[in-house]
């Protein structure tokens, strides 16, 4: 299948060569078969405001916001002891992303070096790491 959507790619090129078209766009992504869900893996960075170590055995979820998301595997991950975590395969989707902390509460999240407005993450604009970053319960 692989092999077949390579030669269609070649032979296109070929046809835009020969008909002169000047530019030719050629898609980045590998073709998605017929009902092949398109994933991404995710890794999720969480710190303190201040700069704190992170309580032991935080840890980080991830739920779908729309259809598109399905069923997710391992939905809630435990930080390694950077404040990171990899979700491996999620569907590209809409998610939300909390984190869960003792004595702190999430205060915002960052994708691609951009506030976000809400825990809502498109992953059809991910960019690593999607960073959270929490703050001391008053």
Not at 31 to 39: M, S
């Amino acid at each position: 299948m692989k092999r077949l959507a390579l030669q269609i790619r070649s032979v296109a090129l070929s046809v835009a060569l020969l008909a002169g078209t000047s530019s030719v766009a050629l898609s980045q992504e590998p073709p998605n078969p017929a009902g092949e869900k398109r994933t991404v893996d995710v890794l999720v960075k969480v710190s303190t405001q201040n700069g704190e170590p992170l309580p032991s055995d935080s840890k980080v979820e991830v739920s779908g916001q729309e259809q598109a998301c399905g069923e997710m595997n391992d939905p809630r991950k435990t930080l390694d002891v950077k404040g990171e975590a990899t979700f491996a395969k999620l569907p590209v989707c809409v998610v939300s992303i909390k984190a869960f902390l003792k004595g702190y509460i999430q205060v915002r999240i960052e994708m691609n070096g951009k506030k976000l407005t809400s825990k809502a993450v498109d992953l059809r604009q991910y960019g690593a790491p999607v960073s959270v970053v929490m703050e001391k319960e008053q």
